[in-house]
């Protein structure tokens, strides 16, 4: 399921950062788009402050199972029906705790909600074990945690398979990991996949097109549109030129063919 939250701040990046603040995610969990770049004014007079439009995905909700009405047990005829046998007072008082208990211990207890590493890293074996098993892949997923972030490095034969071309099936891999590791949880883990180092490379690539590109937006003061990206490959691009001089980056249009523009901007220093 998709939503979308819009957020207004001062400049573009304090709404970006304001909004992925009150999602509680990274800038790789959300499509940005600029609604309104806003203008400083002149001191302060006239100023308009930017807008803009973080859409993330979350998991849909299971359907809630029907509820069942329980049997009613049949009537006894009369002639069958059965007083309760009295017991003395001090019998009562001596079993009525066993009773309880026994009680107790028949209805089931309420499940708590997994948390820990073993547990979320036990889903994401069993998830992927089987994902492959279907794909007929061998496969072999390592994991690490850095606080709430997992990373999974796959490891075995012919991972070029399970990469795909620009680490489309990676990405596959990695988005159906989440969701079926976090459906139904309160507190939502990050799971980042990665196969043969690709992610570093893919990120040194994407890091030297952004520099190429908003050098060229500068010498020729105007806009460039790259090629359409999912949302990590973008947010790859704007953290490499979120200091770069007199370049700004925005992203524009519906997944999967959402973009990346490099805007020339003479007033960022």
Request: charged fraction near 30%.
């Amino acid at each position: 399921m998709e939503k979308y939250i819009e957020v207004t701040a001062k400049t573009e990046d304090e709404a970006i950062a304001k909004g992925l603040a009150q999602l509680g995610l990274d800038r790789d969990d959300v499509s940005v788009e600029i609604l309104d770049r806003g203008k400083t004014g002149f001191l302060g007079i006239g100023s308009v402050p930017a807008k803009v439009k973080l859409t993330y995905e979350i998991p849909d909700e299971p359907a809630p199972a029907p509820v069942q009405e329980r049997e009613r047990p049949a009537p006894q005829p009369e002639g069958e029906k059965q007083r309760p046998e009295r017991r003395p007072r001090h019998e009562e008082s001596r079993t009525q705790p066993k009773q309880s208990l026994a009680h107790e211990a028949a209805a089931p207890a309420a499940q708590p909600e997994p948390r820990g590493e073993d547990s979320v890293a036990d889903a994401i074996v069993k998830f992927q074990t089987g994902l492959f098993s279907h794909m007929g892949v061998e496969a072999k997923p390592v994991i690490t945690r850095e606080g709430d972030t997992y990373q999974v490095v796959l490891e075995g034969e012919n991972m070029g398979a399970l990469i795909g071309h620009r680490g489309e099936t990676l990405d596959a891999i990695q988005q159906l990991t989440g969701y079926a590791v976090n459906r139904g949880r309160s507190h939502r883990v990050r799971i980042h996949v990665d196969a043969e180092g690709y992610r570093a490379r893919r990120e040194e690539s994407l890091e030297r097109l952004a520099r190429k590109t908003a050098q060229k937006a500068v010498k020729y003061h105007r806009n460039v549109t790259l090629e359409p990206m999912n949302a990590y490959e973008r947010h790859v691009i704007h953290a490499a030129l979120q200091d770069f001089p007199s370049v700004t980056t925005y992203s524009t249009g519906t997944e999967p063919n959402r973009r990346t523009v490099v805007a020339y901007d003479p007033n960022k220093k």
